[in-house]
């Protein structure tokens, strides 16, 4: 088994993404993958970090 996570908790994905759980939470419901093991909640490396490259603008599309 490797050694790396492949499934993250709330405080793990905080970590990795710089922000708080509140955040977390809110990108939840704006769409961030995620999978519900009774009352746990996880998620996937892979898909967080392509849910947030599919989020990404450019300063064209801010104006």
Same mark, same amino acid.
């Given at each position: 088994?490797? $050694?790396?996570?492949?499934? /993250? =908790?709330?405080?793990?994905?905080?970590?990795? *993404?710089?922000?708080?759980?509140? =955040?977390?939470?809110? *990108?939840?419901?704006? +769409? /961030?993958?995620?999978?519900? *093991? +009774?009352?746990?909640?996880?998620?996937?490396?892979?898909?967080?970090?392509?849910?947030?490259?599919? %989020?990404?603008? =450019? $300063? %064209?599309? =801010?104006?």
């Amino acid at each position: 088994m490797s $050694s790396e996570l492949k499934y /993250l =908790t709330i405080e793990q994905v905080a970590e990795m *993404l710089q922000v708080t759980r509140m =955040t977390i939470y809110n *990108l939840q419901q704006k +769409g /961030l993958p995620f999978i519900k *093991l +009774g009352k746990s909640v996880r998620f996937d490396k892979d898909d967080v970090v392509a849910w947030m490259n599919s %989020k990404k603008v =450019t $300063s %064209k599309e =801010t104006k």
